[in-house]
């Protein structure tokens, strides 16, 4: 796995975030309590004198980890957090799983409705899967979420929040060119906290975090950050195999995301 240059990946990540931050009337960003949307909250009290300035919004299926939980609790009061959680339902949808597909986006749908958010920094990199590597830095999604990649804004040099005709919000991915070691550099580097899950514990850890439903921990032995570093520059193991949904066929998950899927 390639090491890029963090302090660079850093840089474009603040600046994208303060961008948005100006350009948009009332941002959130979302949180799953992981390593990347963690990494991101910490990049963002980098990026605003050590505070979170937006409201962090957690879609809530009931069935997350108890860990996942308590460490939500125990950095949303550290970090100060204006914390926002929106329940989901659990009902059969279009993937197939009901814990954190279709349902999570229509919670999330009513939410930003409610609050009359224009533009939502989420955490996603586009190494993670396929249909990711075709998002933008800023991504505009219409008033039913649906996404178009076929036709979105050019992102020239540094101007990445060309005026766009937005009708419903904008996706901001600050993290897009990051990709796993990175984020472990990162956390690394800046003692960033973490979930206690992405550690070993006998002989087993989470790589790629979901709930409880749909995520399955893998073996290793990378009980601290500098572990899982050195695991990642030898694995041949794909980060997202412990994950149900990415088992699925590419156009399964090119069809959610297209309508609005996390």
């Known amino acids: 796995m390639i090491q890029q240059d963090i302090k660079e990946l850093e840089e474009r990540s603040i600046f994208i975030m303060r961008e948005a931050k100006s350009k948009f009337n009332k941002v959130a960003a979302l949180w799953s309590m992981g390593k990347d949307s963690t990494t991101m909250l910490a990049l963002a009290r980098k990026a605003f004198l050590g505070k979170v300035p937006f409201p962090v919004i957690h879609i809530d299926n009931s069935i997350d980890f108890p860990e996942t939980y308590a460490f939500r609790e125990e950095l949303a009061k550290k970090w100060k957090l204006d914390l926002i959680v929106a329940k989901s339902e659990i009902k059969p949808e279009l993937s197939g799983f009901a814990c954190c597909g279709e349902n999570k986006t229509v919670a999330l749908k009513k939410l930003m409705e409610q609050y ?19 998002e933008r830095y800023m991504s505009p999604r219409d008033k039913e979420f649906k996404w178009n990649f076929k036709d979105q804004p050019a992102e020239i040099w540094d101007d990445y929040s060309s005026k766009m005709d937005v009708k419903g919000h904008v996706r901001i991915h600050p993290l897009l060119d990051w990709n796993e070691i990175d984020i472990w550099q990162y956390i690394k580097k800046n003692k960033v906290p973490m979930n206690p899950l992405y550690f070993s514990r006998n002989g087993y850890r989470f790589r790629s975090l979901g709930c409880t439903h749909c995520t399955v921990a893998l073996k290793s032995g990378a009980k601290n950050v500098n572990d899982i570093i050195k695991e990642l520059a030898t694995t041949e193991t794909e980060e997202r195999s412990g994950r149900s949904q990415d088992k699925e066929k590419e156009y399964t998950m090119e069809k959610l995301r297209s309508l609005g899927y996390m």
Request: charged fraction near 35%; charge should be positive.
């Open 116 to 134: 009359g958010f224009d533009a939502l920094i989420v955490s996603i990199r586009r190494d993670e899967h396929g249909i990711r590597a075709k």
